[in-house]
């Protein structure tokens, strides 16, 4: 399902921000660069840590990525891939839609919202 | 068959350079070639001649022994010298009185040097500089001079005064003409030449109107026009050349007015039968008076005489060498003006480089450039004349996009005449350095000033084959951080978006471009590094103002200046620290940082500690962070100054300053060195007459005590000092690269340092204490800055959908205090 996150205007341009999602928090990227809008977890799968959405966004080969700011670990915003060629450190990405200034991010429906 | 006589008269390099590629081109062996040399040594270099007295042999500069000549079937006859030809027998008689008959004549009879006409050259103690001999006359003499003074400052002269330099005499170079090097350089080239060259205690004196050499039985002095004396001990006279062509003179063939045996393109006198080579020989009204041009001479008429058809029709008179260590190069004509000539000049004092471009304005087609100080964009593609010059310039500059720049045509070495492609045939068989690529193709065997280029090259080839990383900056910005620094800075951009717009290669930049561009907006610019445009550049420390820890909580560290702290701020951190629940720890830089603070917190935590007083300590920078004291001469029975005194005005002025990487300071009030400064970047220790100032060390994982810059300073010396070092270290340093790398890396090393910094060898040293006091001035809080904008602080939320704390960050006690939970992947 589609879930109002934020305004455009609440996500720095090429930077990014935590959503919170019951007990998933969710990095969402606005890739001004490129005009275009990702989402995936926030957690680093190196470490464990929740920071993702801290990190630097930029591009590797033109294609949009983010780097963990602790220990510059970069995956690919498209798909959540580890670009340094760990594997198994995929991480899930969402879709994400802007309508009106409101940013949507799609969610899994089982998850409820845990903040009201 | 009996083969035909073929005679070279004349040993000199480009005599040698015939023998060389005739011996490739005479595969029938038609011709029976016979070498007379007048001097009694087999070939040597003359252009490096003065490396004789900077540790070269001889030997190190012979072009190949006498017996080379001998397995090649060449008869070679040293000490004679050709006295006279008889042009109807086709013979040449020698000074030992033989004679030697030939089928064809080659004159590469060379130069001498050109002495004025004035009185007392024959003088003792008067000397040309042109062979080994004349190098052994100067050094016999030179046992009993302290004083030597060289006439002549084109190439000549500066490559003679170089010898004297070596010798260890105090020189003088002397100029007729207003500035050095007037054939090859402008006012401005030959200026920052001049200052260079004063740098290493050489004189330099220009529009100079010598009217004698005077003395008793030797020489003592010159007699200048307006009457004064200048004293010396010995006068080396390198004014220029003359071709030698007497023999040809006598044997009546034809001559330029001036000089010179006249030849045609296929360098054939007025005697079908022979011919001249190298700087003897006129071509067109004109001598040319360079090695590469009479090389090219050699070969094509090596080339002729074994069936070939190549010509000369001309060279290009562009040079490039190093004058004294500075590397100087010309090309094309830097002189032509009028309406429709172009310029472009770039002047860097602080690296001492210049650089100056003329162009026709309609086609931006290049007509000549100097360059001064760096001549490696001489090889590019900007060397041919003719050459496109960009809309911007200073791109023709930066060396990442030089080599690129480049085509397989390029020539590289001009001394050899080797282009690009030969170079890159070389690595592809298996050369995998620059000896080995000397060996395959002659590149950089010549004067060697294409050494670094063809370093490039190889690097260049080596990445491709996946041998070597690239080094520019990331995968973005082709460039280093100084180029990156230097760019920005004479650009004056302010934005990624339009830096990497104009100078970026793809792509929208990267964690490594971005805080580097960030870094170096914020050392030039000095805004606040949170502005809208900037903050998401910055690297996670900087872009929340404290600093991550390895659960994404982060720590805080107000300024303590020089670890100086009264009862009640001390107080005031305890009471915080308590209300946070943070863990507090003494820092090795004698401050207290609080850890364990989530990022929604941060605001929280700094408004309290700004409203008692404190300000941001930049411990979440690469900038200048704290400086460490001991509490000298105020309490301690053997301080001799007043070390926290001193630690607090250098903290308070160069704090939160953004740099490469994070400077760390220190300053002892006495040589016991308890505040440990010379394991800092900067370190101060007192002396019973003010200071000495170290520079250089560091801790961390590769401990290296810091070199002494200069000793017994007054405070204002002290602070002069280290703004122009500081400066100096961010505008050339590479990213992340403390101090101590940096000045083990920099050409010259601390000797270099120590020119810039106290002699102020370019001239730069008060530009660099302006850029220091405009730091200084714009200082600002950066958390005090940040407090005041709500659109600020909006960042420092955990979540932008909810204001709950981050409930997944948990803590464990451990000795009294919080810890961080060990890390738990996540299922």
């Known amino acids: 399902m589609w879930i109002a996150v934020c305004k455009v205007d609440d996500v720095p341009g090429d930077g990014g921000a935590c959503i919170k999602w019951g007990e998933k928090h969710i990095a969402l990227f606005n890739v001004t660069s490129r005009d275009d809008w990702y989402a995936m977890d926030n957690r680093c799968p190196h470490d464990g840590q929740t920071v993702l959405a801290r990190g630097i966004v930029g591009d590797a080969g033109g294609s949009p990525k983010v780097a963990c700011p602790l220990h510059k670990n970069s995956f690919c915003l498209k798909d959540g891939r580890h670009l340094g060629g760990q594997d198994d450190w995929r991480l899930t990405t969402y879709p994400v839609k802007v309508e009106g200034g409101q940013v949507f991010i799609e969610l899994p429906e089982e998850k409820h919202r845990g903040a009201s | 068959m009996t083969k035909q006589k073929l005679l070279l008269v004349g040993l000199g390099m ?78 040449v008689m020698t000074s030992q009185g033989q004679t030697f008959s030939y089928d064809h004549l080659i004159l590469a009879t060379g130069s001498s040097a050109f002495v004025p006409n004035m009185p007392g050259t024959q003088m003792k103690g008067v000397f040309v500089y042109r062979t080994l001999d004349d190098l052994a006359a100067i050094q016999n003499y030179s046992h009993d001079c302290q004083k030597a003074l060289v006439i002549g400052g084109g190439l000549l002269g500066l490559e003679a005064a170089k010898a004297l330099y070596d010798l260890g005499l105090k020189t003088t170079v002397m100029e007729v003409a207003d500035r050095l090097m007037p054939r090859q350089l402008d006012d401005q080239g030959a200026g920052l030449l001049k200052s260079s060259i004063e740098s290493l205690g050489v004189q330099v004196l220009t529009s100079q109107k010598i009217n004698s050499i005077v003395g008793v039985g030797q020489v003592q002095g010159l007699a200048m026009q307006n009457g004064e004396i200048f004293p010396t001990d010995m006068v080396v006279i390198s004014a220029g050349i003359r071709p030698r062509d007497e023999l040809a003179r006598e044997s009546g ?20 039968s022979i011919s001249a080579i190298g700087e003897c020989a006129l071509y067109e009204e004109m001598i040319y008076g360079l090695v590469a041009p009479g090389y090219k001479m050699a070969e094509a008429l090596a080339q002729q005489l074994c069936g070939g058809n190549q010509t000369f029709t001309g060279a290009d008179m562009s040079t490039r060498l190093k004058v004294l260590g500075i590397e100087v190069a010309s090309i094309g004509d830097p002189f032509v003006s009028g309406s429709n000539i172009g310029f472009w000049t770039s002047w860097d004092a602080g690296r001492g480089f210049y650089r100056k471009l003329v162009y026709e304005k309609a086609g931006r087609k290049l007509l000549g450039a100097i360059l001064v100080g760096d001549t490696a964009p001489y090889n590019t593609s900007l060397y041919q004349r003719g050459a496109a010059v960009d809309e911007q310039p200073e791109k023709h500059f930066v060396t990442g996009g030089l080599i690129g720049n480049s085509t397989l045509e390029t020539l590289i070495c001009s001394c050899e005449n080797v282009a690009k492609s030969s170079i890159v045939e070389c690595i592809g068989k298996g050369a995998r350095d620059v000896k080995a690529v000397q060996k395959g193709c002659r590149a950089g065997t010549g004067c060697g000033s294409c050494l670094s280029l063809v370093k490039d090259i190889l690097n260049e080839e080596m990445e491709k084959l996946g ?38 290669r793809t792509g929208f930049g990267c964690e490594i471009c971005k805080p580097t561009a960030a870094s170096i907006f914020a050392s030039l610019w000095s805004e606040y590094v949170l502005k809208p445009d900037v903050a998401t550049l910055q690297d996670t420390n900087d872009r929340f103002l404290a600093n991550i820890q390895k659960n994404g909580t982060y720590s805080v560290v107000p300024r303590i200046p020089a670890g100086e702290i009264t009862p009640a701020k001390l107080l005031v951190i305890g009471r915080i620290a308590e209300k946070y629940e943070l863990y507090t720890k003494i820092t090795g830089g004698q401050r207290i940082d609080l850890f364990g603070a989530r990022l929604e917190q941060l605001p929280m935590i700094w408004a309290e500690l700004i409203a008692a007083g404190f300000e941001s300590g930049h411990a979440y920078g690469k900038s200048v962070r704290t400086v460490k004291s001991c509490v000298g001469s105020t309490w301690c029975r053997y301080g ?27 300053v002892s009030g006495c040589a016991r060195e308890c505040a440990e400064a010379q394991s800092k970047d900067v370190g101060v220790i007192a002396t019973e007459n003010g200071w000495n100032l170290y520079v250089g060390g560091n801790g961390g994982m590769k401990p290296r005590h810091a070199d002494l810059l200069a000793a017994d300073l007054d405070d204002a010396s002290l602070i002069r000092f280290i703004d122009r070092f500081l400066i100096y270290y961010i505008r050339t340093a590479d990213r992340l690269m403390r101090t101590s790398t940096w000045i083990q890396k920099l050409p010259g090393g601390l000797a270099h340092v120590k020119k810039v910094v106290l002699e102020d060898a370019f001239g730069i040293g008060a530009e660099m204490e302006e850029e220091m006091a405009s730091l200084v001035a714009s200082f600002q809080c950066e958390w005090k800055t940040t407090l005041e904008s709500p659109d600020r602080l909006k960042q420092f939320r955990s979540f932008i959908n909810t204001n709950e704390p981050d409930d997944s960050i948990q803590f464990v006690r451990q000795r009294g205090q919080i810890a961080p939970t060990p890390a738990t992947l996540p299922t």
């Open chain 2, 14 to 91: 480009v005599g040698h350079r015939f023998c060389e590629r005739f011996l490739e081109e005479d595969q029938t062996r038609t011709w029976q070639l016979t070498v007379l040399g007048e001097e009694l040594v087999a070939p040597y270099d003359r252009v490096h001649l003065s490396s004789i007295f900077s540790g070269k042999t001889p030997a190190d500069l012979e072009l190949a022994p006498a017996s080379w000549y001998q397995e090649a079937g060449i008869d070679l006859h040293l000490g004679q010298r050709a006295v006279g030809i008889d042009r109807e027998r086709k013979q």
């Open chain 2, 253 to 272: 063939l034809g001559m330029g007015s001036r000089g010179g045996i006249r030849i045609d393109a296929n360098l054939r006198t007025s005697d079908p």
């Open chain 2, 467 to 504: 041998e070597e990383v690239d080094r520019s900056l990331c995968e973005h910005f082709a460039f280093s951080r100084p180029e990156l620094y230097q760019l920005i800075k004479s650009t004056r951009i302010k934005s990624f978006d339009e830096l990497i717009k104009r100078y970026g």
């Open chain 2, 640 to 666: 001799v100054q007043d070390s926290v005194a001193m630690a607090i005005l250098i903290e308070e002025r160069y704090k939160g300053i953004r740099s490469p990487h994070k400077i760390k300071m220190a």
